[in-house]
């Protein structure tokens, strides 16, 4: 089958020397084989620290080492004058040095010194891929990994994938979807040799691969009838099962779990006993477990407006801080819902302090288009990492965070995500992932200039229409915070009320009166109260509550009035007449450029604009509708809504 090469497609180097050895310089020397040449006076070359003085600028580089050294995964990059020294202290920081001169070189003019490592150790993607070949969340064709309840014999595609996450510096993926079936169950048994083959072609890449494991497994498997992590028997069990995975990848980086039914409550245990479990038998072999904090309130009754899904999982794991092993790595949701396009920051992300933990985002956009719409989300995850966590002052989740994990975006389409333009989804989570602190904008000016043969005015269009698209997004869609007004199911499209009366807890209270979830203190589900000072006065105060989370922590008239000056209501109808204009001339300039894309390019993007501009409309029409039945009262401006 034949794929696009992504941002991987055109570069040119000139000449280059590799002075390292080890598999990683082995793969470097092979990515060279393959790249283009390009006539230069600059003569490059990339070496490990170990054999700098068989490069020209040993002395200028000694000089410029930070005193801390690269680290496992940093380097520096060097020009004088028409020498250019790639250095690193290790293969895998070599392989991001050598992608970043791929990147870069074009515009690397006069001398210059650069010292590049990554904020976060560990940064992975997560599969939601099953043995069947189908994916969850997935909207770019079918795994990549598996078909018809195995690994797919060819792993070319595999092999093209880990060149493109090793190209932006991610070291981790997932392999499976954390809800294990019974047939995922046998990845730790039956499977063994096929998930070698998939870490051997990662292993080549510095990408470490993980597997997601049903915590039931010793009775799914029909070995015991117990999982109960306190009975010395699933112990054992887990840890032979362990030893048989890690004699087939002695690398494996670890197991992710989400355990659901049965889980440790099952037999009256607490999270962190089913997590030292695994913890326990993983750790001979320096494996990490991956523990997934995504738990609902089993008590979630949209009758009872005490119980709150939002506070679910600051609930079950602040009062466990300080009980799980060291190797053990709680996966928090950035927000307390579930991947909302707008809602708070998860206030476990700033209250576990003895707790190893990771940030979840979701690149695969479940709630954000599904890969149809266009929904550029570099700019809302740039927002998540630089959140304050303390509200003034205090470490960001981006420095608080020691892993970052997303939901991968990308199936077996020709164009690896559905929407050529959700490709830009992808890299600007491995960019921001290394460098929390990274323009969003430029990512995309970065990834445009990768991905497309085309000049900087039309690159510089291109930009201009997807930069804004996430808030374009949110502008037709749930307002205010408020989330979940998706069809229920598959979470395109609108229904506003689709989950008003579901056990999800997804709700938005809306009636006659008013609208909105109240979370505070005072008079709601007292979820506020899970921040810090200030953060919970600020969001437990409805002046003080940022607009764009009003309806997520208040509930509030219609005619209430926002800090932007205008009412609740006429902000529902302003934005989502704005939001729709905004597709549509999204739609417009973009027809104005097409032409300069390749057809298969063009006529994706096309198609996907004219959806998202029908798909726009419906949810405009009928969120307007559904607020103007509900309060009556028309739009200030005239504009037409639908009685
Ligand atoms: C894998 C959301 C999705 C589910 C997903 C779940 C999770 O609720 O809708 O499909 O299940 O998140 O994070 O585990």
Not at 462 to 475: P, Q
Not at 526 to 548: I, K, M, W
């Amino acid at each position: 089958m034949t794929f696009d090469p992504c941002w991987l497609g055109g570069q040119r180097l000139p000449e280059v020397t590799v002075h390292a050895s080890g598999a990683l310089a082995q793969t470097i020397r092979a990515e060279l084989r393959q790249t283009r040449r390009v006539q230069h006076e600059v003569e490059v070359a990339l070496c490990t620290l170990g054999r700098l003085e068989e490069t020209p600028l040993a002395a200028w580089v000694e000089q410029a080492l930070p005193v801390d050294g690269l680290g496992g995964e940093g380097f520096l990059v060097m020009r004088r004058g028409n020498h250019l020294v790639v250095t690193a202290e290790t293969g895998r920081g070599l392989l991001y040095g050598y992608f970043y001169l791929l990147r870069y070189f074009e515009w690397m003019t006069g001398d210059f010194t650069v010292v590049e490592r990554p904020a976060v150790p560990v940064r992975m993607l997560a599969h939601w891929d099953d043995l069947s070949g189908a994916v969850e969340r997935g909207y770019s064709g079918r795994s990549i990994f598996f078909r018809d309840g195995r690994v797919v014999q060819d792993l070319t595609r595999v092999r093209a994938y880990a060149r493109l996450l090793a190209s932006i510096g991610l070291n981790a993926v997932v392999l499976n979807n954390s809800t294990v079936g019974p047939a995922e169950t046998r990845l730790i048994t039956d499977h063994l040799p096929d998930v070698a083959r998939l870490a051997a072609v990662f292993r080549e890449y510095g990408i470490t691969v993980h597997l997601s494991v049903n915590f039931a497994a010793p009775i799914v498997l029909g070995d015991l009838d117990t999982a109960d992590p306190l009975d010395g028997r699933v112990a054992r069990w887990w840890a032979a099962a362990a030893g048989r995975v890690y004699d087939a990848v002695p690398d494996l980086g670890g197991f992710v779990v989400k355990a659901g039914r049965p889980g440790p409550a099952t037999y009256g245990r607490h999270q962190a006993d089913g997590a030292n479990l695994l913890a326990r038998a993983l750790a001979p072999y320096r494996g990490t477990v991956h523990w997934r904090c995504f738990v609902d309130d089993p008590d979630q009754d949209w009758r009872d407006r005490t119980t709150d899904r939002a506070r679910a999982a600051y609930d079950h794991f602040v009062p466990l801080d300080g009980m799980f092993d060291d190797n053990v790595v709680l996966q928090v949701k950035h927000g307390p819902l579930d991947f909302q396009v707008r809602e708070a920051v998860s206030p476990l992300l700033g209250e576990l302090q003895e707790t190893r933990f990771a940030l979840e985002l979701q690149v695969t956009q479940e709630y954000s288009g599904q890969q149809k719409d266009l929904c550029y989300l570099g700019s809302w995850w740039r927002e998540i990492l630089q959140f304050d966590t303390t509200g003034g002052g205090g470490p960001t989740v981006a420095e608080r965070t020691e892993m970052i994990v997303a939901v991968a975006n990308v199936g077996d389409d020709p164009n690896w995500t559905g929407h050529k333009l959700a490709q830009s989804n992808l890299y600007a989570y491995g960019r921001l992932a290394w460098d929390p602190a990274a323009d969003p904008v430029s990512l995309l000016h970065e990834w445009a200039a990768a991905t497309f043969p085309i000049d900087d005015r039309t690159r510089a269009e291109l930009v201009g229409i997807m930069a804004g698209s996430w808030l374009t997004y949110e502008r037709y869609t749930a307002p205010l915070g408020v989330g979940f007004m998706v069809t229920p199911g598959t979470h395109y499209g609108p229904s506003v009320n689709g989950y008003e009366y579901s056990a999800s807890g997804a709700y938005h209270f809306a009636d006659r009166y008013g609208v909105g979830v109240d979370r505070t203190v005072a008079t709601g589900s007292g979820f506020t109260r899970q921040y810090p000072e200030p953060l919970a006065s600020r969001y437990e105060n409805v002046h003080t509550c940022p607009d764009e989370l009003l309806l997520f922590f208040h509930h509030v008239p219609y005619d209430h009035v926002l800090q932007s000056g205008t009412t609740v209501l006429q902000h529902i109808y302003d934005t989502h007449f704005q939001g729709y204009d905004e597709v549509e001339a999204m739609l417009v300039r973009w027809k104005a450029i097409a032409d300069r894309f390749d057809p298969a390019a063009r006529d994706n993007i096309t198609a996907r604009l004219e959806g998202q501009v029908a798909n726009a409309r419906e949810w405009r029409d009928q969120v307007n509708t559904y607020f103007y039945r509900l309060s009556g009262v028309p739009d200030a401006l005239g504009r037409t809504i639908y009685g």
